[in-house]
């Protein structure tokens, strides 16, 4: 055979293979990777609302007035048949980094807000972190402007406030 036959048909051949393991690995870690996702979101929303254990995370209906404003899906906590609260889960971009968000809001007020990722810079992290902690345990009807107003420069600011606006105004219609 031509060598100009064998070197492309050696390289098929090791090219299919490779792509028949890594479609077989893929297909082996994908439902461990999605479990711990699930795990640690779960947990999420356990401290979230300050609880160990949960009976259900329900999902809520997410509107099409909150996906506009990047809420991704709402989780009722219940525990003891009663539903505790309410965390709603949302991204966020910066222009560099998406923020995967977790808002948790029981009895009328916001119980932390917390991101999953973890590719976003040493900067961003501050900026968000000094976010959450003015936001943590305010009641849902105060102004947002009053939150972080020492990060007001960093690019997610409005759509950070605009987010917990949203989420707010949900849980006041659909859950008080």
Not at 18 to 26: E, R
Request: proline fraction near 2%; glycine fraction near 12%; charge should be negative.
């Amino acid at each position: 055979m031509n060598k100009f036959v064998k070197l492309p048909l050696f390289l098929g051949v090791c090219g299919a293979i490779c792509a028949g393991v890594l479609g077989i690995v893929n297909g082996i870690t994908a439902p461990i990777i999605e479990k711990r996702l699930e795990n640690e979101r779960n947990a999420n929303y356990l401290e979230l609302m300050g609880v160990e254990a949960a009976d259900e995370f329900k999902d809520g209906t997410v509107s099409d007035d909150l996906k506009g404003k990047n809420v991704t899906g709402i989780k009722e906590i219940v525990v003891g048949g009663e539903v505790l609260g309410v965390v709603y889960d949302g991204t966020v971009a910066d222009g560099f980094t998406t923020w995967t968000l977790q808002l948790g809001i029981k009895e009328g007020t916001f119980t932390g807000l917390k991101y999953t990722n973890s590719e976003a810079d040493a900067i961003g992290k501050t900026h968000f972190d000094a976010f959450a902690s003015d936001l943590a345990g305010k009641s849902i009807d105060f102004s947002m402007s009053d939150v972080a107003s020492g990060v007001s420069s960093m690019s997610t600011n409005p759509a950070l406030r605009t987010f917990a606006s949203a989420c707010a105004a949900d849980f006041a219609a659909n859950y008080q």
